[in-house]
């Protein structure tokens, strides 16, 4: 059965992504080639972006943040015009998401759980007072409120836990669907790749670039380019 036969036949439809969505909107990822891990930084992403590093090196963690993850400037791609076109029609019930980009929601898409956060919402650690991603952008240093606390990220940093109604609804979307589609992910990044095994409906297909450990469970495998293999169906 083709792609797009599986498509036409599903109704409940859950995408589950990672940065790979996000690539062709100019966002780097971390493993790719091109990606973060293969730039000029000595400490691994996944230090810098650690709960640890960010309370005892926050000036640091900023440095970074800001240069890599906030890429305020990118567009959604063909990938999430696609889903969120399929959310319309009725086929696709929810976005799973590692990334923190926000770029479903700029497309369209209206359920979205966002596993890992977003860079659109910060808030100050001591009053909770909320900040928008380009306050943070525009800051220098530190980032802090007007009462003079550190505001942070609404960004699950490694080491911190996932959010309970976050993971409740995108375990139930998974485990409703007629159709899982994963794309744009390693599936490497825990807790949130192990959802995929929510899934008990018919069709799973995942659309890579690169090979996942997911790759044999899944019924159609398409190793490309996720911007085209949607934005051609
Ligand atoms: P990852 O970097 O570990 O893996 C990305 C995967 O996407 C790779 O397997 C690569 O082959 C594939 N890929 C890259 N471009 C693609 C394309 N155009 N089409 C199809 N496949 C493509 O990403 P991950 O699994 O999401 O885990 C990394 C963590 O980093 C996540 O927790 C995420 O929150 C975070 N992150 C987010 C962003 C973002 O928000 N855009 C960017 C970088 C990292």
Redesign the pocket.
Known sequence: MTLKEMIGESNRIVFFG???????SG??????AD??YSGKHTIPPEVILSADFFYSRTEEFYQFYREK?LCLSAKPNAAHSKLAEWEKAGKLIGVVT????G?HQSAGSQKVFEL?GSVHRNYCLRCKKQYSAEFILNSDGVPRCTCGGIIKPDVVLYGEPLDGDTIEGAVNAIQSADMLLI???????YP??GFVRYFKGKHSVL????E?PYDHECELVVH????EVLGNL
């Open positions: 990672g940065a790979g969505v996000s690539t062709e966002i780097p990822d971390f493993r790719s990606g973060i993850m590692q990334n923190i980009d770029l890992h794309a744009g992910t390693s599936l490497s990044v949130a790749a659309i890579n670039r690169d996942t490309g380019k996720l911007g």
